[in-house]
């Protein structure tokens, strides 16, 4: 087969013999720049042509003259192609085509349009991709005289942009993961650092010095208290008065979470690390606590096993997710906050000495509401004002609301005040004056324990205890009678007692 590319004529022939300036310069969008019929090797004296030289390139390299026949492939376009040079030198691309060795060549698409294509294919043979560039060669007459296309294999480079897309759109689950756990820190934060700790009375002045002593350290502090007696609050007030302020306050309530579970909330765990896992792995809370404080609530009631991992954490302070292998360090102040008494529970061994002795360096005990009378007004009014705007009402405490709500035991604490007071501020006319019969449903809750811790003189509490007497009669007789047979009185004497008493009898004759 005679061509250029043919032994033969390789150091003897020219591509075009451009001789002035001005042919060179139509030659400026062509890949093989100007005539170069050797190169010297200055060092050797050896002496390269230009096909030898096209075998040192990585594209495939493909020159056609003016009717499209194949003049010169380099070893890269054959390499790429899958093709051979006896396929192709001399014979027509057109022909090609239509023998179905080429699909879409642009040496047609070049020839037909006169400037340079640029294009995207595949090999027949070997299915590799290619970017194609076709550019015509001008001689002195306008004619096209080669057409020279550059072939440049795309599949590493298509496979990369794929592997590189994935990893991209990995990199934004985890960057729209990460996003979404600060915001839910943020929530977190905002939700409870907009509690104030609303208190007047001594009990809970003492409290709050305590919490000014630790909360420029990093000790463990242990909080107990009745339930809804405001831990919380205090862990909360501790965190906002130390160095860490500025950082997460991971709230963990160890009973309102599965004990199957507890663990890998608080651990986190690495993918696939038991049936169920989120492919992706889990943070826990304890590494999104990390530079900030972590609040155990309710740690009476964590399971043993996990008692023995939290006192490694205290200890070691570095944790290991579940499935993982590497301890991860952390830098974390815990504050733990149980109703129970602890003591009892270490006593009973449900809850583990050494990790009692660990947590309880700096206890603070909360009192319960009903011991802090004071505190009721301030928190009632605190409730009120919140209420009041959020359901844009005027209602005020007036009559002989605050001495009945005095009287009452306060179970539920402070979380009781407050749910009670929504209630009422929800149900009441906007300027409702919420008085002693408005309260008096609460000595129907059934709820009423003896008051041991308010003296407020024999006659007041004997009323006290008699009401709850009375209202617990009627709501379990649920009507006068019923009370009256129950107590073994008759019924005007209920009704009479019930009026004295400021019970509202809702229930029937
Ligand atoms: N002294 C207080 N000042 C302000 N709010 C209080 C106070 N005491 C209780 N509360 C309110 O009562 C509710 C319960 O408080 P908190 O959650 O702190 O109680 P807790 O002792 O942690 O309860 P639990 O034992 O059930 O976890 C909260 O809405 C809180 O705002």
């Known amino acids: 087969m005679q061509g250029l590319n043919s032994p033969s004529n390789r150091k ?14 139509l030659c400026g969008s062509c890949a093989i720049d100007g005539i170069l019929e050797y190169i010297d090797t200055s060092d050797s ?4 042509d230009f096909y030898e030289i096209g075998d040192f390139i990585y594209d495939g390299i493909y020159i056609a003259d003016g009717e499209g026949k194949t003049l010169y492939v380099n070893d890269s376009f054959l390499r790429i192609t899958g093709l051979t040079r006896e396929t192709l030198i001399g014979n027509r691309v057109q022909d090609l085509e239509a023998q179905g060795v080429y699909l879409n060549a642009v040496t047609p698409e070049v020839l037909r349009q006169r400037r340079p294509v640029h294009s995207i294919g595949e090999s027949l043979c070997n299915h590799a991709k290619m970017l194609i560039t076709g550019n015509p060669v001008f001689g002195q007459d306008g004619k096209i005289k080669l057409v020279v296309v550059v072939e440049r294999e795309i599949t590493d480079f298509l496979t ?13 689950t985890v960057e729209r993961g990460h996003i ?4 839910e820190v943020e929530h977190l934060r905002e939700e409870t650092t907009s509690k104030p700790l609303v208190y007047t009375s001594r009990e809970m002045q003492g409290v709050v010095d305590a919490i000014d002593q630790v909360a420029g350290f990093d ?5 107990q208290g009745e339930t809804g007696v405001g831990k919380e609050v205090v862990a909360n007030q501790i965190h906002m008065k130390s160095p860490r302020k500025d950082q997460a306050f991971i709230k963990l309530n160890c009973t309102a979470i599965p004990a199957s579970l507890l663990e890998a909330e608080l651990f ?3 993918k696939g690390a038991f049936t169920g896992a989120s492919v992706n792995g889990k943070i826990g809370l304890f590494e999104l606590a990390d530079k900030g404080t972590i609040l155990l609530d309710e740690i009476g009631d964590m399971p043993q096993e996990l008692q023995s991992k939290l006192l490694r954490v205290l200890q070691e302070k570095e944790i290991m997710r579940i499935g993982g292998t590497k301890p991860i360090p952390l830098d974390v102040r815990i504050i733990a906050a149980t109703h129970r008494d602890l003591e009892t529970q270490v006593k009973e061994e449900r809850f583990r000495q050494d990790l009692f002795y660990r947590i309880s360096i700096f206890p603070i005990h909360i009192p319960p509401l009903r011991q802090r009378s004071v505190d009721l007004l301030a928190l009632a009014e ?14 005020t405490i007036g009559g002989g609301g605050y001495a009945i709500m005095r009287s009452y035991n306060w179970p539920g604490n402070g979380r009781e005040l407050q749910n009670i007071i929504e209630r009422l501020v929800l149900i009441s006319p906007p300027d409702a004056v919420l008085d002693e019969n408005t309260f008096s449903p609460l000595y129907s809750s059934g709820k009423v324990t003896p ?5 407020r003189g024999l006659k007041a509490m004997v009323a006290d205890v008699e009401r709850r007497i009375i209202a617990s009669a009627l709501a379990d007789g649920g009507s006068t009678r019923k009370a009256a047979d129950l107590l073994k009185v008759d019924q005007s004497t209920i009704v009479k007692k019930a009026k004295r008493l400021g019970i509202a009898l809702t229930v029937k004759e």
Request: avoid cysteine; charge should be positive.
């Open 180 to 183: 979404r756990g600060k915001r």
């Open 45 to 48: 004296g050896e002496r390269l």
């Open 160 to 172: 990369m942009k794929m592997e590189l897309e994935a990893i991209q759109k990995k990199m934004k």
């Open 219 to 223: 000790t463990t502090v242990l909080i």
């Open 268 to 270: 986190g765990y690495e």
């Open 451 to 455: 008051i041991r811790d308010s003296y």
């Open 12 to 25: 003897t022939r020219k591509f075009l013999d451009f001789t002035s300036e001005k042919d060179a310069d």
């Open 382 to 395: 605190h409730f009120l004002t919140r209420y009041n705007t959020k359901y844009r009402k005027s209602v």
